[in-house]
Structures are given as structure tokens and as C-alpha cells.
């Protein structure tokens, strides 16, 4: 009977070990995802490598040292055997020693303070910081010349990261040369840097396939269109020879908007990491748990159908309008029907949350651009004609109802007191771009 009982229990233990054991199959969702085959663009037309190599060093090209990064961590991968989670393309994987962005730390923040009377005192300033980094500006402005940026690293843990914190630094610097030419010297030819500038940013909107460079690109936009709404505060600025940027700040198109690419990619990077910890030691040498355990409770396959699901329903809100978008908020970043997976794969259910990024904060921030693009649009007709501030809602109803805000289809509100244009959005939004000053009375100017 004893040894009955014993058997018994052997076999209800195997029997519930191969259960938790198995692993779902990669469902057909993920599957065609990661089947996809990303762009591959010739070396010389594609700006992504001279953009991963801006900070080189000064003696190295900026395009061959991301080409070296990209080459070493591909070749890294290739050799991947998968028993470790060490990124590749890390450390030794430089023509030289990178450089830094000299000072631009103590720049006027064109996003938040009004910029013309500060260049008017520190113009010096802006200038001996331009003469330190004229090596990056011009890096900067060669990329101007490339028709396309898309990433040639494959997705992964580890691979080469665009150096976006040095840029948006470096293009503090940009803006503030754009400022103190039209002020100081050639407004024509200030303006024409700032279109010039304001065209690489939307090139960069569109081609972008990954969520780090649609962001940049994205503030980089936003600081040039703030920019541009503090040049037309200047008496300077109103002369009928100057050129409109009308064209320039329209709305985002589909494909500067869309993150259908980058969200793709991100879902491969995010399994790449999935799939390697299931043949990693990290996960059992972290914990302490046996791998035999580890293989229970982490079913790799089954994490990233979860993580897809995510990723799925982050795809489906990057289709929507504003208005549509809206009507979904908040978004549930869960799935509240996979209670079960918490069970059957209670690693893998915590850890495809872990590393999943929240994105639908950044959804939120392309449909909030247009109501900044919009608000700078309104500012330069306020302004060309002479609106008082009493006179602007009448305005802003008479004259701009093909600029409405965002989101609810309203007419942009007005704040005559502070002299601001506003609008209200959903919850999770940056409620900082939702509002654009508008000095109009001659004692409103900062200075």
C-alpha cells in the first residue's frame, strides 16, 4: 500500500512538473512580427551611422566609427551561443575615445524661458561656446545631407546606443546660434538655418524606427517651434520679406506620427532579451533557484505572447486620432484576462512587465506636438495682426477654426491675464506643451 501511495505521488509530481514544464508555441502574432525584415539602406545614404558616431573623436569620422559599432556588436551577436545576457557592442567597440559637448548646460531653455533677452546679455557666451564645439555643429549640420536614419543594429540587449542626451545638448547650442544671428546679425539667413533645421527634425520624425530617436527628434521639433514663437515676439520679425513658416510647422504627417516601425522593433529587442534570459544562468545565479526550478516558473515562449499582447495593444492606439485616442484614455498596460499566466509562468509574467517600456506616455506626446505646431501658427497671425488681448477669443473663433486643439476639436483657449494659449488633453501627457505664451502688448515683452 505504502509503496502504491509512493508511486502514486512520484507520478502525480512528474505529471505536474511536465505541466508547469511545458511552454506554450510562439504564437502567429509574434511570429509575423518578428519575421519582419527591417530597411537596409547603403551605407553611404544612411545618416544613422554618422548620427551614432557624432561624439567621436575629433581625429575619427563620425560615420566610420558607427559603422565600427554596429559591425562589432552584429558580429557579436552572430557569435551569441545565448548562456549569458552581456551586452555586446560595450567597451572596446570605438575607433577612439569619444568626446563631450563643452558647456552647453548654462544655455537659456528655449522650452521654458523666453531666450531673446538672455542672447541680447550673453551673447559672448554663445559665442565661445560655439567656437568649443564647432566640431559637433558642423558634425551636426553634415546630417543634414543624408536622405535617411534608420537603425542598421539588430535588436537587442546591448546594441550601440545613439548618443540623443549629447544631442539634444549639442542642439541647445544650435538654437541659441539660430537666436543670436537673427538678433545680432542676418534675420533672413537665421530664419533659413532655423527652416533648414526644423526640415532635418521632421526627416528624422519619419524615418525614425526606433521609440529613442522618434523622441528626440520629437523634442528637438518642439524646441525649434518654440523658437520660432519667440523670434515673432521680436519688432524684428514683422516684415513683410521675412519668410512664413507655414509649411514648415504643419501638422505631423501619418508617417511622422506613426510608431507602428518603431513599436515592432522595440517588441523584437524586448524578446531578444526574453528569449536569452530562458538560456541565461543570470535568472537562477540571481535567485539562488535551481535552473530545473528556473524552468518551471520562467516559460521564455509563453512571455513573450504576453509581451506581445502589450505591444499589440500599444500598435492598436498608434492607429487612432487625437479624438480617438482620447475616447481610449487611460490605457490599461495590462492584460486583466491573463490571470492564469501569473500561475503557469510567474517569472515570465513579472519579468515581461519589468522590461516592457511604457509608450503610451510617448503616443500621447506626437498628438500633443500638433497642438503645439497649431498654437505657433495662431501666435504668428495673432501677431501679423495686431490682435489685442481682449480681441483674441473673437480671434481665435473667427479665424482659426481649422486650428482647433487637439483631442476635444475646441477652439484653443485663451488666458488674457498671463497672455497664454491652452488647451486640455488627457491624463499622462507632459501638461507643460499644452500651453504657448503670447506677449502681444509692448510692456509684455521679455527682455
Known amino acids: 500500500m505504502k509503496k502504491a501511495v509512493l508511486v502514486l505521488a512520484i507520478g502525480l509530481l512528474s505529471a505536474v512538473y511536465a505541466l508547469f514544464s511545458w511552454d506554450a508555441e510562439l504564437g502567429a502574432g509574434p511570429q509575423a512580427w518578428l519575421a519582419e525584415q527591417p530597411a537596409r539602406i547603403a551605407y553611404a545614404d544612411n545618416g544613422y551611422y554618422a548620427l551614432l558616431g557624432l561624439f567621436a573623436s575629433p581625429m575619427v569620422d563620425p560615420a566610420a566609427d558607427g559603422h565600427a559599432q554596429v559591425r562589432r556588436y552584429n558580429a557579436g551577436m552572430a557569435r ?13 567597440d570605438r575607433v577612439a575615445a569619444p568626446a563631450v559637448v563643452v558647456g552647453t548646460n548654462t544655455l537659456c531653455v528655449v522650452e521654458a524661458e523666453h531666450c531673446l533677452g538672455y542672447l541680447q546679455r550673453n551673447a559672448d557666451t554663445v559665442r565661445a561656446l560655439s567656437r568649443a564645439n564647432e566640431i559637433f555643429t558642423k558634425r551636426y549640420h553634415d546630417l543634414y545631407a543624408y536622405p535617411h536614419f534608420f537603425t542598421a543594429a539588430d535588436p537587442g540587449i546591448g546594441e550601440p546606443r545613439l548618443p540623443l542626451g549629447d544631442l539634444r545638448e549639442l542642439h541647445r547650442l544650435i538654437v541659441m546660434q539660430i537666436g543670436l544671428e537673427f538678433l545680432a546679425r542676418s534675420r533672413m539667413r537665421a530664419l533659413e538655418a532655423l527652416k533648414a533645421d526644423i526640415v532635418f527634425q521632421r526627416r528624422l520624425l519619419a524615418d525614425a524606427d526606433s521609440y529613442e530617436l522618434k523622441m528626440a527628434a520629437l523634442d528637438l521639433l518642439r524646441r525649434d517651434a518654440h523658437l520660432y514663437a519667440q523670434l515673432i515676439d521680436s519688432p524684428a520679425y514683422m516684415h513683410r520679406h521675412l519668410p512664413t513658416f507655414d509649411v514648415q510647422l504643419r501638422d505631423l504627417s501619418d508617417v511622422e506620427r506613426s510608431l507602428a516601425r518603431a513599436t515592432k522593433r522595440e517588441f523584437s529587442r524586448v524578446s531578444s ?3 536569452a534570459a530562458s538560456k541565461s544562468k543570470t535568472i537562477a545565479q540571481a535567485s539562488a533557484v ?6 518551471v516558473l520562467y516559460k521564455p515562449n509563453a512571455t513573450v505572447n504576453k509581451s506581445y499582447g502589450y505591444f499589440s495593444r500599444v500598435m492598436d492606439l498608434t492607429a487612432l486620432d487625437s479624438a480617438e485616442l482620447a475616447r481610449e484614455w487611460p490605457f490599461e498596460s495590462r492584460d486583466p484576462g491573463n490571470a492564469w499566466g501569473y500561475v503557469y509562468n510567474p517569472v515570465g509574467s513579472f519579468l515581461s512587465e519589468i522590461v516592457a517600456p ?3 506616455q510617448k503616443i500621447l506626446a506626437l498628438h500633443d506636438a500638433d497642438g503645439l505646431l497649431r498654437m505657433v501658427r495662431i501666435k504668428k497671425r495673432i501677431r501679423a495682426n495686431s490682435i489685442s488681448a481682449r480681441a483674441v477669443p473673437e480671434f481665435l473663433e473667427a479665424e482659426t477654426q481649422a486650428l482647433t486643439a487637439p483631442y476635444d476639436g475646441r477652439v484653443f483657449s485663451w488666458d488674457p491675464r498671463d497672455g497664454f494659449l491652452y488647451y486640455d488633453g488627457p491624463p499622462g501627457g507632459d501638461p507643460s506643451v ?5 506677449p502681444i502688448d509692448s510692456n509684455q515683452q521679455a527682455s
Open 80 to 92: 551569441e551561443t545565448g548562456d549569458s545576457l552581456t551586452p555586446f557592442g560595450t567597451g572596446n
Open 434 to 438: 499644452r500651453f504657448l505664451r503670447v
Open 273 to 275: 532579451i526574453l528569449m
Open 290 to 295: 535551481p535552473a530545473s526550478v528556473v524552468r
Open 358 to 360: 511604457r509608450l503610451e
